[in-house]
């Protein structure tokens, strides 16, 4: 903050206000209606010298109180509307009349425009300045708290996506995988149900809703999850061959880990991400693939966000390098003669490279029945 010559900085997206106080709520967000989780994130103001506050919805007091460290509660009946005028009158009581806030502006599920419009006019003697990079950069070196976090919700993971195979069968449908997937994270010591994704081509599951109908045809599956551990979540992915797989099934599953393995050379501490960029497109290039996004994507970090940025790729800002304390998901759309696929594991940065946190093996797994 002092850097940034920042008076106040203030959170207000998910994420940011949860890195800052430690507030998650019933399961996350993503069990919640927008518009609830809009009034029940809390917006925490911290100011460069004395104690952080809290400023949220008066009915969900109590849970700011069980979840965060922070003291000073300010509970408020209608956080849209009632919350610029409390952070003026909170930073008056601070003795600050003027000077620099930065707030996470441009984050996602940060201030809305009309709230921002507000918050402006109620600190009209403030400059407000967008501070979304700064937390950016300070979230992406964790803390020994985080890692161990992040280590456990992978590991978590993993015996989750060997419970699922043991009980999995083509005679379930997209909707009976994505529950046995989510309960198999469950059974395996996940505090909350996590990401779940699946479908022959990864597009589809993102746009396509799960099928109710069992899925008997043999090819390759690709199967997307993270396991959430105390609000930190792992993110990675498998290729299942669904049913006796041919010679093509095997080939391509053959080749997209040896890419990956290939492209994991380039991902080395205090390199810069577009340089990581530039060396992975080259590695699949070598192998005869190609990747549609044309490098434009190939990775994030992880957190209390699955896909937590800053993330990976020719566009990224050309001062991020790799570095120690960063828990990272590389992982890019790959051509196949089957399809696209992605390749996805999950790895700690250390001061002399990457530790693999994944551990489902190199193998190409079987679901025959």
């Known amino acids: 903050m002092a850097e940034w010559e920042l008076d106040v900085l203030v959170g207000t997206s998910f994420g940011n206000q949860f890195w800052l106080s430690g507030f998650r709520g019933s399961g996350g967000p993503q069990t919640l209606a927008p518009f609830l989780t809009g009034m029940v994130t809390p917006r925490i103001v911290l100011p460069l010298s004395g104690e952080p506050a809290l400023l949220g919805l008066r009915s969900a007091a109590r849970a700011y109180e069980i979840e965060t460290h922070i003291a000073d509660?300010?509970?408020?009946?209608?956080p849209t509307s009632e919350m610029p005028k409390l952070v003026r009158t909170l930073l008056a009581k601070r003795g600050l009349n003027g000077g620099r806030i930065g707030i996470d502006r441009t984050a996602p599920g940060a201030l809305t425009d009309t709230e921002f419009s507000r918050l402006q006019a109620e600190l009209s003697t403030f400059e407000l300045i967008d501070a979304t990079d700064l937390f950016v950069r300070l979230r992406m070196i964790k803390t020994e708290a985080e890692i161990a976090c992040l280590r456990?919700?992978?590991?978590?993971?993993?015996?989750?996506?060997?419970?699922?195979?043991?009980?999995?069968?083509?005679?379930m449908s997209d909707v009976d995988i994505k529950w046995e997937l989510i309960k198999a994270q469950m059974e395996s010591g996940a505090s909350e149900p996590g990401l779940v994704l699946l479908a022959g081509h990864p597009a589809a599951a993102l746009f396509a809703a799960a099928s109710d109908e069992p899925c008997p045809e043999t090819g390759l599956r690709w199967l997307d999850s993270g396991a959430?551990?105390?609000?930190?979540?792992?993110?990675?992915?498998?290729?299942?061959?669904?049913?006796?797989?041919?010679?093509?099934?095997?080939?391509?599953?053959?080749?997209m880990r040896d890419s990956y393995d290939a492209a994991m050379?380039?991902?080395?501490?205090?390199?810069?991400?577009?340089?990581?960029?530039?060396?992975?497109?080259?590695?699949?290039?070598?192998?005869?693939?190609?990747?549609p996004l044309g490098g434009a994507f190939i990775g994030h970090n992880l957190g209390c966000?699955?896909?937590?940025?800053?993330?990976?790729?020719?566009?990224?800002?050309?001062?991020?390098?790799?570095?120690?304390?960063m828990v990272i998901a590389p992982e890019w759309l790959t051509t196949t003669p089957l399809g696209e696929f992605l390749w996805e594991e999950n790895f700690l940065v250390t001061e002399t490279g990457l530790e693999r946190l994944t551990d489902y093996g190199p193998e190409l797994s079987v679901v025959a029945d």
């Open 265 to 291: 050379q380039a991902w080395r501490p205090g390199r810069t991400f577009v340089d990581i960029a530039r060396d992975t497109a080259a590695a699949l290039q070598d192998h005869g693939l190609s990747d």
């Open 152 to 171: 456990h919700a992978v590991e978590i993971q993993n015996d989750a996506f060997r419970l699922f195979l043991s009980r999995a069968s083509r005679r």
């Open 305 to 325: 966000e699955v896909v937590e940025r800053p993330w990976f790729g020719i566009r990224a800002p050309r001062g991020l390098v790799l570095e120690p304390g």
């Open 73 to 78: 509660i300010q509970p408020m009946v209608s």
């Open 228 to 255: 959430i551990y105390k609000g930190y979540t792992s993110d990675y992915d498998m290729l299942v061959a669904w049913g006796e797989p041919s010679a093509e099934v095997l080939s391509t599953h053959a080749v």
